[in-house]
């Protein structure tokens, strides 16, 4: 399966807990987004990264969340101290550098759900 | 900025009705505009695209029109099917960024036997 790939699909924590969410692009792929959806809602931008280098995080919360796509390995978004606001589907996007139209790939989401 | 407008749902039709979603945007410099779908418990999919002002994107039966004199891009179907009830969300992208795309708030449609 050559798609975008999100792990876990279902994640369950107490508020205070931290999240932990990971996305491997396509095959090719270099660039990563990371977008939430809160129930009832639609897609909102949270964070755009390339290897190693976060380009533009301008919709992350400024607390407890952040992102980070290294040279080796899937991109993670990690959530501290979770509170019930941020359940949510995590939708992780990837597009090919460079001439690209816009179109994006996504992942089948994970739903973080805080007790 | 840009901003994309869709129409409010649910949608409710009857199978084998003709189904319109509509969309309009607002952009700075030259977006492609996309539909996208997402069935229960998935992600989103691709349904079509259109790069350019007048092109018309098609599959699957549903069509849409990159209308840039009414900043529009509305998706129709003319006969739907119960297996197209999902969410339907409108974008734009700009391939200076692609990524932060901008998405309307989807319009959940349902279609009855």
């Known amino acids: 399966n050559a798609g975008v790939m999100q792990n876990p699909r279902h994640l369950v924590r107490r508020r205070g807990q931290e999240a932990r969410l990971r996305c491997s692009p396509m095959?090719?792929?270099?660039?990563v987004y990371w977008y939430r959806q809160l129930p009832e809602e639609g897609l909102k931008f949270m964070v755009y990264?390339?290897?190693?280098?976060?380009?533009?995080e301008s919709g992350m919360p400024k607390e407890r969340f952040s992102a980070e796509f290294p040279k080796e390995g899937p991109s993670i978004l990690r959530i501290q101290q979770v509170v019930r606001g941020d359940s949510a589907a995590y939708f992780c996007?990837?597009?090919?550098?460079?001439?690209?139209?816009?179109?994006?790939?996504f992942g089948e989401g994970s739903r973080l759900t805080v007790l | 900025g840009n901003s994309v407008t869709q129409m409010e749902g649910p949608v409710t039709l009857s199978e084998e009705a003709f189904l319109t979603i509509n969309c309009t945007y607002t952009?700075?410099?030259?977006?492609?505009l996309f539909w996208y779908v997402q069935y229960p418990g998935e992600g989103l999919q691709l349904l079509l695209k259109?790069?350019?002002?007048?092109d018309k994107g098609s599959n699957k039966g549903f069509e849409a029109t990159y209308r840039k004199e009414t900043t529009s891009f509305h998706l129709e179907k003319g006969s739907v099917q119960v297996s197209d009830s999902a969410v339907y969300f409108c974008?734009?992208?700009?391939?200076?960024?692609?990524?932060?795309?901008?998405f309307g708030d989807g319009t959940t449609l349902t279609v009855k036997p």
């Open positions: 974008a734009l992208g700009l391939n200076t960024n692609a990524g932060k795309s901008t």
């Open positions: 996007a990837s597009s090919p550098a460079g001439g690209n139209t816009g179109e994006l790939f």
């Open positions: 259109a790069t350019k002002a007048d």
């Open positions: 990264l390339q290897k190693e280098n976060i380009i533009d």
């Open positions: 095959k090719g792929h270099s660039h």
């Open positions: 952009a700075t410099g030259y977006p492609s």
